[in-house]
């Protein structure tokens, strides 16, 4: 699958739901209040360099 990029909380819910039932998901960039729309573009792009779906998968990486 391919990572999502939210900043919506309920994720949290929903992701510890399936790693509680050991499922795997394809993993979270979460973007947090205070970064900047440029910001949060550039750590995700740099990211995408390298870090893999594999390495992602139920994973969530946070954005500043």
């Known amino acids: ?4 990029v939210t900043c919506d909380r309920d994720f949290f ?3 510890n739901d399936l790693m509680t039932r ?4 394809p993993g979270i960039f979460f973007i947090q209040p205070r970064a900047t729309i ?16 594999p390495t992602m998968e139920s994973r969530i990486e946070w954005v500043p």
């Open 1 to 4: 699958g391919r990572t999502l």
């Open 38 to 53: 440029g910001e949060a573009v550039r750590i995700i792009a740099e990211a995408a360099k390298v870090l893999d779906a």
């Open 13 to 15: 819910t929903i992701t």
């Open 22 to 25: 050991q499922t795997p998901f």
